[in-house]
């Protein structure tokens, strides 16, 4: 029951202080005056002097509040009053504070061990004096200007990270463009090399067609030894066979050339694959460059250059696989004709 009473005059004492500057806002009395209100159940109170004291009082007295069912307390005229009620005293307690505010003074008296209340009621009053008041708006002030520092701070750092970020990403765009047109650049002489070999064909065809042409002529030059000697020539036989083993050196020779079309195929093979190669890495170019916010950088390989280059590679690769069909026709035909003369001499020779 104790603790609870104590608890309850704190609570009372908290409101009487809280009342003490509503009462002070009403309008003042012009007569000078002073007058000291406790709070039932307490033994706090609080003397107030100066013009609208007894004004101040008044209100005061009005606005404590009244907590029936807590106990009631005597006056000093007889009355009746209860718990948290303020009335009007007669100055006692230990002086605790003294201080001025809109005119009026305020002094809290209370009184036993540890005068919580006032205590309590000094520390609010000193809180409302134009010092304390300055203090807490400048404190205030401060704290806002350091709180407006610290968000423009925040928003500074979050710019530059956010540019160091931009640049960041634009540099590795840049080199990832970088990287696939030296990629691009690189696919493309590949592709020039391989194009070179298949432009001009196989290094042996021209030796090898050569070759085929000097066995049909010395087949055709025996087929004419054997016509010339005719068939009763004892060597007509041995000749007409001389004529058939050159025809089969021509045969050969047409193997030789087949040859050579086979390696002038895998030539347009490899230029086939260069050009698979540049085209996937012309795509990712092209990615890379679709990721970049800005223009990219000159210099940097065209999808219409690339088209150029693919066009000129497969019109080299054409004239190479001219080259191989028009000798491999060539010596087809003298296989033909060597088979042929062949035929003649063993037809002289019986």
Avoid at 3 to 24: D, F, K, M, P, Y
Avoid at 94 to 102: G, I, K, Q, R, V
Avoid at 253 to 269: E, F, H, K, M, Y
Avoid at 277 to 303: I, K, W
Wanted: a negative charge; glycine letters at 8%; aromatic letters at 2%.
């Amino acid at each position: 029951m104790g603790r609870r009473r104590v608890s309850i005059a704190i609570v009372l004492g908290l409101l009487l202080v809280a009342g003490l500057l509503v009462a002070t806002q009403v309008p003042s009395s012009p007569l000078a005056w002073s007058c000291t209100v406790g709070v039932a159940g307490t033994n706090l109170n609080v003397s107030v002097s100066g013009w609208g004291a007894g004004s101040a009082c008044q209100q005061l007295i009005a606005k404590t509040p009244s907590l029936t069912g807590q106990g009631t307390q005597e006056t000093a005229t007889g009355g009746q009053v209860n718990v948290g009620q303020g009335y009007p005293v007669t100055l006692s307690g230990t002086l605790m504070c003294t201080y001025e505010l809109d005119s009026l003074t305020f002094t809290v008296l209370d009184s036993g061990v540890l005068n919580v209340l006032g205590t309590a009621a000094c520390q609010y009053l000193k809180s409302q004096t134009p010092a304390a008041k300055a203090a807490t708006a400048k404190a205030s002030a401060a704290q806002a200007a350091a709180q407006r520092a610290a968000a423009e701070a925040a928003t500074q750092q979050a710019a530059e990270e956010a540019a160091q970020q931009a640049a960041q990403q634009l540099s590795q765009e840049e080199s990832a463009i970088s990287d696939a047109a030296s990629t691009v650049t690189s696919d493309l002489a590949s592709l020039a090399s391989d194009v070179k070999v298949a432009y001009a064909g196989p290094g042996s065809l021209v030796q090898d067609a050569q070759q085929a042409q000097k066995d049909l002529n010395q087949t055709q030059a025996d087929l004419q030894k054997v016509q010339i000697v005719g068939p009763t020539n004892l060597e007509c036989g041995s000749d007409a066979g001389t004529v058939a083993v050159d025809a089969g050196a021509v045969q050969v020779d047409l193997g030789s050339i087949q040859v050579d079309n086979g390696t002038q195929q895998g030539s347009d093979q490899s230029v086939a694959s260069d050009i698979q190669t540049v085209d996937s890495g012309l795509s990712q170019l092209s990615q890379a460059e679709a990721a970049l916010d800005t223009v990219p950088p000159p210099g940097v390989l065209t999808q219409s250059q690339v088209d150029a280059a693919v066009a000129s590679a497969k019109s080299d690769v054409s004239h190479g696989d001219g080259l191989v069909a028009s000798a491999l026709s060539q010596v087809q035909k003298m296989v033909t004709d060597a088979n042929t003369y062949a035929q003649q001499a063993k037809n002289i020779c019986g």
